[in-house]
């Protein structure tokens, strides 16, 4: 089993539709989650990190599910701006970057 | 704030010859990683840099790749002699390298090996 698992897509999905997409880690022990954006033929952006409680950052919402190892992106009123490929990273415990994990990416297209 | 910087954009070389491949870290940013994406899989860690030394070099490939960062500033990544199987992008990131603190992504250099 991948450490890192994400749909690859592609999601397609209207103009001011919500959007929502997981992704499973398979270490335990993994301590911070983040997701990335990337554009295409772009470097990775961090969009926000995830917290175990949860956060929001205006239309995006992230999610932590310790007891089922995966974290969620949310997307809300997605924009035609919002498409890209959406990577999930996982650091495993002691935070060194021999932590950071990739997943493969989810690709979001929005469509007008 | 300049951002990570990596130079060139793109390579083109073929298989057997020399390229370097140069980072530029955010000012202050002690901690310095490479990462490669091959096409279709996702983005590996390759080694990590605090200030000069290598903290972590365990995913380097092999021996044909040599990463260096001399006074604790730029980074330069030499592959020698180049293989087909190493195309890809290349991406440099910096970080303050405290617990938590994100990854700082240069724009990658394309590298295609013929």
């Known amino acids: 089993r991948k450490e890192v698992e994400q749909d690859p897509g592609p999601f397609n999905v209207p103009e001011g539709a919500t959007v929502a997409f997981n992704c499973t880690y398979s270490n335990s022990a993994s301590q911070s989650f983040f997701w990335y954006r990337q554009d295409c033929r772009k470097e990775p952006k961090l969009l926000m990190s995830?917290?175990?409680s949860g956060n929001e950052d205006g239309r995006f919402t992230a999610q932590l599910n310790r007891a089922s190892q995966y974290i969620s992106l949310l997307i809300r009123d997605s924009k035609l701006s919002d498409s890209a490929t959406y990577l999930c990273?996982?650091?495993?415990?002691?935070?060194?970057?021999?932590?950071?994990?990739f997943g493969k990416g989810t690709h979001l297209i929005i469509q007008p | 704030e300049a951002g990570v910087t990596q130079f060139p954009s793109h390579s083109v070389i073929e298989k057997g010859q020399t390229v370097t491949l140069r980072c530029d870290p955010i000012s202050g940013h002690d901690n310095l990683y490479w990462y490669r994406r091959v096409m279709g899989k996702e983005i590996k860690f390759l080694l990590h840099f605090v200030k000069e030394s290598k903290q972590d070099e365990s995913g380097m490939p092999n021996n044909r790749f040599l990463a260096e960062r001399t006074g604790g500033t730029y980074s330069t990544l030499k592959v020698q002699p180049a293989e087909l199987e190493d195309s890809g992008v290349y991406f440099c990131?910096?970080?303050?390298?405290?617990?938590?603190?994100?990854?700082?992504f240069g724009n990658g250099t394309r590298l295609t090996v013929t």
């Open positions: 990273v996982v650091r495993r415990s002691g935070g060194g970057a021999d932590g950071l994990t």
């Open positions: 990131a910096s970080s303050l390298g405290v617990v938590n603190s994100p990854l700082h």
């Open positions: 995830v917290y175990s």
